[in-house]
């Protein structure tokens, strides 16, 4: 921790006045330091700790983290002008008291983009990304209702989740605006019985109502996006939107019969609410209502909206498994919130389609709070999908975010007419290290 930190004491309460008194330093300052020893403590080479959710049910992993990194410059600039590739060799580990836990190891090589290499004229700062993997991971505990919209609370049954992936992975920016991408890996899924548990098993559905619960063959994977989004080198900083489209291809290696295709598409726009001030220095009762900002401003906070919609499509004789089809209700198997007010897992089937609403206000340091609203549904069939009779909740909640990524959150639903269920969340350790978790994630 010192070695990270260093002398945070200085940094706090470093200095005299021409008075010979200590100089405090300001609440922001404080706030400043706190961060950035978090930050480097995180990123600790060659060994640091890993801290996240492995999976919905799997409760907090704790763990390590080794990596190795080289940096050098294009050859083809000047010295001044040249921006620097990253290779970087990693593994880690991480365990859950749940018996849950993700073994990984990767190589990332990242790059500037195509064009992008000279920083005299380089026009946007994304970078292309090279990524070579191998995970394994164990979900001790994952739920199951059923499929389709008629599941019930009833039907709770509960499976262990063995999946190894190896695959290759590249990120690719073509424009400040346009980016593309993808995946092709192997995945070997197996569904067992959980321990500890007077849950039944997912067996007890057969084939018939979990499909692929008795057999779990090997699959290869590809998987294709483009992303269209505001640029990174704009100087307006209100308002962001993305838009991301997804064609997935699994192939079952074994009779075929689990073979499918995915399309996912989504959408996010964000709007920073300001009002004009007179002072950027204001009392601390004032700035927990209207954060200041520069030009004069002041932020209310954020207006967030969603779109997401899943459609999976199969041949004759062919069937999605169970374990591949996305769910709605809390948080998803990649981590993205979805029916907030009902339970991990609620509502399970080849096809979805989710709408949400949020406002996030900052009040106090790394503390936010905010109000949402989801609205969504799953269909057995695309075609099936629709805005009407759509399953909705209503929340409030509290983040804990350090430099403007989400570290932790905490929230509660109402209205979905199942309970009340109050939900603490970790950042998902599938989006990697939590210092590249953007506030809206995208599945």
């Not at 073509?174 to 321990?195: D, E, H, K, N, Y």
């Not at 989801?374 to 909740?393: F, K």
């Amino acid at each position: 921790m010192a070695q990270a930190c260093g002398n945070v004491k200085a940094d706090l309460f470093g200095g005299k006045d021409k008075n010979g008194q200590p100089i405090k330093a300001t609440g922001e300052q404080k706030r400043a330091v706190v961060e950035d020893c978090g930050i480097k403590f995180y990123g600790l080479t060659p060994l640091g700790p890993q801290i996240g959710s492995i999976a919905p049910q799997g409760s907090l992993g704790l763990g390590l983290i080794t990596k190795s990194r080289v940096s050098f410059l294009s050859s083809h600039f000047t010295t001044q002008d040249r921006r620097e590739r990253v290779s970087e060799v990693s593994a880690r580990g991480l365990y859950s008291l749940s018996n849950s836990y993700l073994l990984e190891g990767r190589y990332d090589f990242k790059m500037p983009a195509l064009g992008q290499g000279n920083a005299t004229t380089a026009t946007f700062e994304d970078q292309i990304k090279i990524s070579v993997y191998a995970i394994r991971m164990n979900l001790a505990k994952q739920r199951f209702f059923g499929i389709g919209e008629n599941s019930s609370l009833t039907g709770l049954a509960e499976y262990r989740l063995l999946l190894d992936r190896v695959g290759a992975a590249t990120d690719w920016p073509l424009l400040a605006w346009f980016s593309a991408g993808g995946t092709l890996q192997w995945v070997r899924p197996s569904i067992m019985g959980p321990s500890g548990t007077q849950v039944p098993p997912v067996f007890g559905y057969g084939d018939a109502g979990a499909p692929g619960a008795l057999f779990q063959p090997p699959f290869m994977n590809y998987k294709a996006y483009l992303d269209v989004h505001t640029g990174t080198n704009t100087t307006q900083t209100w308002q962001r939107t993305k838009v991301r489209g997804t064609y997935e291809h699994f192939i079952d290696l074994d009779a075929g019969t689990y073979s499918f295709d995915r399309m996912n598409g989504f959408a996010t726009t964000s709007f920073d609410i300001r009002r004009s001030i007179k002072s950027l220095t204001l009392p601390t009762w004032k700035s927990a209502l209207c954060e200041p900002t520069a030009g004069g401003e002041c932020s209310l906070g954020q207006l967030t909206f969603n779109g997401l919609v899943t459609a999976s499509y199969v041949g004759n004789g062919k069937v999605v498994p169970f374990y591949f089809q996305p769910t709605l209700g809390g948080t998803d198997i990649e981590g993205f919130d979805t029916l907030r007010g009902y339970l991990d897992f609620r509502f399970r089937a080849p096809n979805r389609v989710l709408l949400q609403s949020q406002f996030d206000h900052h009040l106090w340091a790394f503390l936010g709070i905010y109000s949402f609203y989801d609205i969504g549904e799953v269909a057995l069939s695309p075609g099936n999908l629709s805005l009407s009779h759509l399953h909705h909740d209503i929340g409030i909640g509290v983040s804990v975010k350090v430099q403007n990524k989400i570290v932790l959150r905490g929230y509660v639903g109402f209205g979905t007419g199942e309970g009340t269920h109050p939900n603490v969340k970790l950042p998902s350790t599938m989006w990697g290290s939590w210092q590249a978790l953007p506030v809206t994630v995208l599945p």
